[in-house]
């Protein structure tokens, strides 16, 4: 991972896949937020600037923690999963959080998404040994759910009413990850 850039200098290039992708924006301090207090648990998808790195090369999959010198350019990040630990659990229980998710049109249908997620579910419970993760999401989103309930295994807990900013309802999902530790 040495060859990769820093966290900090990708961070434009996630925030744009975010805006990109999905109208639930960030400001930059939360995505650093994340990246400081839970390192293991977000990753990046990349492709290389043309030119190649100065040290290193390849496509690929990144933790947030990847730091490392570039020739001057930037990849580009084409997808992103940005994760946290629940910071209160109401029931007491270690659970992680995905607080957001997508991967750029050019690249869907290849997997990244599976993968972001497989990564991020498996960093929860080595590191934090997680009992389980949840997310939201909007009922009218196909693609994701098909994601998340097919491929991923993950329940749907509840209906929350008028979760999103537009008054779209959501399904709280969760996918039990105690049998990883
Ligand atoms: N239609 C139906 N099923 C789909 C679709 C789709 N358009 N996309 C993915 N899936 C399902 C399929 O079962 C697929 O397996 P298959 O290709 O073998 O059939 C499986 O998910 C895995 O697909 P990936 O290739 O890993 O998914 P991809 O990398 O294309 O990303 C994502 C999926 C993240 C939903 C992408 O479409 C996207 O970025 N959408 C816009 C943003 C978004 O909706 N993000 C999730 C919001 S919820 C949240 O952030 C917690």
């Known amino acids: 991972l040495s060859s990769y850039p820093s966290y ?5 290039s996630i925030q744009t896949c975010n805006i990109t992708n999905l109208p639930e924006n960030y400001f930059l301090k ?3 937020y994340h990246a400081l207090t839970w390192p ?11 030119n190649g790195y100065k040290h290193g090369s390849g496509n690929g999959l990144a933790g947030v923690g990847a730091a490392g010198d570039v ?3 930037y990849p580009k990040v084409v997808g992103y999963v940005l994760a946290k630990m629940e910071e209160e659990p109401t029931d007491g229980k270690q659970h992680g959080h995905i607080t957001s998710l997508s991967v750029m049109r050019t690249h869907r249908r290849l997997g990244i998404a599976e993968r972001l ?17 949840s997310l939201h999401v909007r009922m009218s989103n196909t693609a994701a759910l098909r994601l998340y309930r097919d491929t ?12 999103y900013a537009d008054g779209e309802d959501a399904y709280a999902m969760h996918l039990k990850l105690d049998h990883m530790w």
Do not use: C, T, W
């Open 8 to 12: 900090i200098d990708l961070l434009p």
């Open 117 to 133: 997620m497989r990564m991020s579910q498996r960093a929860m419970a080595e590191s934090h040994r997680a009992n389980f993760v």
């Open 152 to 163: 991923l295994g993950f329940e749907v807990e509840k209906v929350e009413s008028g979760y």
């Open 40 to 50: 293991q648990l977000s990753f990046v998808a990349i492709v290389r600037p043309r």
């Open 71 to 73: 020739s001057g350019q």
């Open 30 to 32: 939360y995505y650093l």
